[in-house]
């Protein structure tokens, strides 16, 4: 069961102030499928909450194919526990739970970011409306090819693998659900929208 929604910066703070302890050692998580605001939510969270904001991309080795096995996780592992000496600590990242669960840590509050346009639709999440996994590969390995990749990524199907295993969609402390207008293609569309 989702956790409260809130697309407002200043509300997710109170939320977590509410119902988290923030003192050394304690971890907030942020989960999100890649493209969806993790990073930026956490760089504002953090000086809010007086926490560490850690980045996983920042322990990737590049150009892998892949995320959960490319992650540097001994030097994770250190910069974690060290953050965690000395205050909260907001780590961030696809994979969170995984990842978390690979360093033997625990986070105290789960947040899941979307980004939605604002008619609603979650953009990149459309894996997930799928309920089996073998149904949502599918679909994702046609959309692939419609888009003329030859496969998909290594990253695309550990994110489908994962959210399929972890539901963090579905069972978050908070959603920050991060909004944005559609583009308008040209002058034409916009006037025969008003």
Known sequence: MPGVTTTNIDELQQLILARATLQPGTVIGIDGINGSGK??????????????????DDFLNPSQGGFLNHLRYDELRKVISQAMAEGPVIVEGVCLREVLRRLCLEAELHIYIKHNIVCGYWQGGSFLNSGFLDEALA??????????????SGLRLELINYHHKYLPHENPDFVYERRVREPVLNGAEQSGAQ
């Open 39 to 56: 990073s930026c939510l956490a760089e504002q969270l953090a000086p809010l909450l007086r926490a560490k904001h850690i980045n996983l």
């Open 139 to 152: 679909e994702e390995k046609e959309r692939a090819l419609r888009d003329d990749a030859d496969t998909l």
